[in-house]
């Protein structure tokens, strides 16, 4: 099974600032690798797929980088609705795995 | 609307059975595969099963095989995910998720873009 790590578990940032979270897999993966957004008390929310594909309706201050084994995902801006925690998730092969968590906190 | 509303939760004794329902409606069901995702009291997400289309195929996490079954009925916009032999440890919320494809760069790339609001399932004496 393919292993999802994530750095860092949390984070503490201030609105405008320009956060990075990555995420590392066990093994090549290409570009199988999905990030989601999830506010407590809530579903997980579809931000990116393939890596670097930005969902319909998410905006343009989040991206997506990476291929292989090693996958980033940016926030340009921070803006007061994206303290949240955020998860990576390989589709490569099942089981279909996710990353620990990264939550983002405001400073 | 795109919706998915699951249905099904509660408390159970370890080694009992449960079945979760997850409705489907504003978009045509039979055309996608569909998962359930389950979430643990201040855990991570993780993934549990999920179903083809016709349900020819299915998938598992290791930690529920043997012990749950994940089906649908096309004709009812419906899947479920029956679980039989749970234990403390099968106490999570489960979510149902959609499941699609973004075909590029010469392969077929999964995610899951619509989920439910999730059904909690206790397992406790």
């Known amino acids: 099974d393919i292993q999802m790590t994530q750095s860092p578990s949390s984070l503490s940032a201030s609105v405008g600032d320009r956060v990075t979270i990555t995420c590392r897999a066990s093994q090549s993966i290409n570009s199988f690798l999905n990030w989601y957004q999830q506010k407590p008390g809530k579903a997980p929310n579809l931000l990116i797929y393939a890596a670097s594909s930005l969902q319909s309706g998410v905006p343009s201050r989040f991206s997506g980088s990476g291929s292989g084994t090693d996958f980033t995902l940016a926030i340009s801006s921070l803006q007061p609705e994206d303290f949240a925690t955020y998860y990576c998730?390989?589709?490569?092969?099942?089981?279909?795995?996710f990353g620990q968590g990264t939550k983002l906190e405001i400073k | 609307e795109v919706q998915l509303v699951e249905s099904g939760g509660g408390l159970v004794q370890p080694g009992g059975s449960l079945r979760l329902s997850c409705a489907a409606s504003?978009?045509?069901?039979?055309?996608?595969?569909m998962n359930w995702v389950r979430q643990a009291p201040g855990k991570g997400l993780e993934w549990v099963a999920n179903i083809k289309q016709d349900g020819s195929e299915k998938y598992y996490v290791d930690s529920v095989k043997g012990r749950f079954t994940i089906s649908r009925d096309n004709a009812k916009s419906s899947l479920y995910l029956q679980m039989n032999s749970l234990r403390a440890e099968d106490t999570a919320v489960y979510y149902c998720?959609?499941?699609?494809?973004?075909?590029?760069?010469?392969?077929?790339?999964?995610?899951?873009?619509?989920w439910g609001k999730g059904a909690t399932v206790t397992v406790s004496s």
């Open positions: 998730q390989q589709s490569y092969s099942t089981p279909y795995s």
């Open positions: 998720a959609r499941g699609d494809f973004w075909r590029g760069y010469g392969y077929y790339y999964y995610y899951m873009d619509v």
């Open positions: 504003g978009f045509t069901f039979s055309i996608y595969w």
